[in-house]
């Protein structure tokens, strides 16, 4: 421990949250985050971070740069993020909230046109949309493997695939709500917005190396604030 208060230029800090806030903003000044052990194919020890850290002065990554990881054993925890508001409930309300729009959409349609119009109508959309998941898929696959080929990052192809096979999945379930959002999805303007969100949802939930790989380098924006009077150190996202 005396090891690596020395490399972070600190004495040991009394014990509470004062000490912690102490050796958090030391940490962050002197140990810099780097991935290069994953690049130069080096094995992930935990338990060699004292000498990776602490006696070659090099940094780390994620877990490995946690203060305090190189100065004494951390015990480690399996952990998910979970969000209030996930896929699984927006599922729940949606699923009942579409079929109650697709059964007063076909009583609507089908008191304009007749019901076995609208019948017809419903059978001609889904086929549509079975032949289109068929293109889309191809597309995709092909996009893919000229991306790969070309030594490109496949990312921006593989998610406009499955936007349109999003599109292809809406034509398909019967009903013209889901006829209607899957035409709206083929919209060059609506696929394209629809492109941005599935990456930036992808982003978040991919490791920053696997996003490099599949998008190339992140733009990240950065908002300076007002300054800190309490010795914080600014840095700079590149």
């Not at 593989?158 to 709206?184: K, M, Q, R, S, W």
């Not at 949802?201 to 309490?230: I, N, Q, Y």
Request: proline share 6%; charged share 20%.
């Amino acid at each position: 421990m005396d090891d690596y208060l020395a490399r972070i230029g600190v004495a040991r800090p009394p014990a509470g949250v004062d000490g912690l806030r102490i050796l958090q903003r030391a940490h962050l000044g002197t140990v810099p985050f780097e991935n290069l052990s994953i690049h130069l194919g080096e094995p992930i020890d935990l338990t060699a971070l004292p000498d990776k850290i602490v006696a070659r002065r090099r940094g780390g990554f994620c877990y490995e740069a946690r203060p305090g990881a190189a100065g004494h054993a951390l015990a480690e925890r399996a952990c998910r993020a979970w969000h209030p508001c996930g896929m699984g409930r927006a599922i729940a309300l949606g699923v009942p909230l579409v079929a109650v729009a697709e059964i007063a959409a076909f009583v609507l349609v089908g008191g304009w046109i007749g019901y076995g119009w609208a019948l017809l109508a419903v059978l001609a959309a889904s086929f549509a949309g079975m032949m289109l998941l068929r293109r889309e898929g191809v597309r995709a696959w092909r996009g893919f493997v000229a991306a790969a080929n070309a030594g490109q990052h496949p990312g921006e192809r593989v998610i406009d695939g499955i936007v349109g096979l999003g599109a292809g999945v809406l034509l398909t379930v019967p009903g013209f709500v889901t006829t209607v959002a899957g035409l709206v999805l083929l919209l060059p303007p609506a696929r394209s917005v629809a492109r941005r969100g599935v990456q930036r949802w992808t982003e978040r939930r991919v490791s920053t190396a696997v996003a490099g790989d599949l998008f190339g380098p992140r733009r990240v924006k950065v908002h300076k604030g007002p300054p800190e009077a309490d010795g914080a150190v600014e840095g700079e996202i590149v």
